[in-house]
């Protein structure tokens, strides 16, 4: 008797909560609007134009990216790291299953990452893709055959999020700063770069968008920045100059979101 007393007493509480949480319409997707102030916030410039995906942006090469069909892609893992599980645009990211032989080569299973995209296919996704050229990820994209839906095939960025590394962990807090001093150059360096050569923005740069490896002395040996989806892409105007991006990227590191 005791245990369905309080079982009904559960229930009368919890219900009235949980109807209040299942009738409650979800908020409305962000705006591109919102999207740019919640990234750029007061590190928004003139020179900072539209996501990279922008119809202005994009040519006929860049439009026709999904259709044909990805034949002779076979799914492995799916990821589950922080970053890669399914998102507001993806529904998930996974390795391959087998060898996959691309027009210009053949790639490793190991050397390649399969993002499977929400449909339809639009600005997002081939801002995406154009950006995955730009800077040389991109392997190929298309319509998966057994579900239609559409994919991207892009190259395989070694190491791992440094919060999730022995190394990170084991430093105490003056090693954790160096580290960030020492990923903080290297990142500057690809962020500036592609922006002054290929006018392409990343304004994403949080700790899930960011590969390390470590040297034997576990200083940092490489880091590679990652996600080139909307909508952490922008276009940079001719007028941008190379101190003027310089100048962005040191304002927007140290207002970093999810660190």
Known sequence: ML???????FVLLIAPLWFKTATQAAPPPLSPQQFRKFLLGDRDRPWIEDFYGSDK????????????????????EKLSSPGA??????????????DYNAKDKKYEASEVVVK????????????????????????????????????????????????STGVW?????????EL????????????VTWADEKRL???????????????????????????FGFPGIFRVGTSATKSDIEEWFELQWNNRKQW
């Open 116 to 163: 499977i995209l929400y449909g339809p296919v639009d600005g997002k996704i081939l801002g995406e893709v154009k950006a995955l050229k730009d800077v040389g990820y991109f392997i190929a994209s298309g319509l998966l055959p057994s579900n239609g839906k559409p994919a991207m095939l892009m190259k395989k960025i070694d190491g791992a999020q440094i919060k």
């Open 57 to 76: 942006y994009l040519n006929d090469e860049d439009k026709n990216a999904f259709k044909q069909r990805l034949i002779g892609v076979t799914l492995g």
């Open 180 to 191: 960030l001093n020492q990923m903080k150059l290297l990142v500057k360096n690809e962020i």
């Open 3 to 9: 245990q369905m007393r309080l079982a009904l007493q």
């Open 201 to 227: 923005l990343h304004a994403d740069f949080t700790s899930y968008n960011i590969h390390v490896t470590f040297d034997k002395d576990d200083s940092i040996k490489t880091c590679r920045v990652l996600d």
């Open 169 to 177: 962990k084991k430093a105490n807090q003056s090693g954790r700063e």
């Open 85 to 98: 599980v399914t998102g507001s645009f993806n529904e998930g990211m996974y390795m391959l299953g087998a």
